[in-house]
């Protein structure tokens, strides 16, 4: 499984996916205000995603039970909440 979404990944506005994620609406808020303080720092061409670690955990919950996730996604040094348990629970290997 590769990741290459990292931090501008984006909420689903559409289906029952808003739904589900509406409980971890104030973590993702908090990741956001972590990964890029200014939401537009480079004018409208720059605008950081509002669901940071959410491609992560996607690419933890689909990976096969001790395989193997890639992350090409761009992760500052800032960033803290990159989903480590949900893979170490799952016995996957994350590559960066």
Known sequence: MIE???VDAQRPAHGPAP??????AE?????RQEAA??????GE?????????LAARG?????AQAGTVGTVG???PQVQHYPFREAF???LTPHR
């Open 74 to 76: 761009v992760y500052p």
């Open 4 to 6: 290459a979404v990292g």
């Open 27 to 31: 973590q993702f808020d908090h990741e």
């Open 37 to 42: 303080p200014e939401r537009n720092p480079d």
């Open 45 to 53: 061409t720059r605008v950081p995603g509002d669901a940071p670690t």
């Open 19 to 24: 739904e589900a994620l509406r409980e971890q």
């Open 89 to 91: 629970r799952a016995a």
């Open 59 to 63: 690419a933890m919950q689909l990976a």
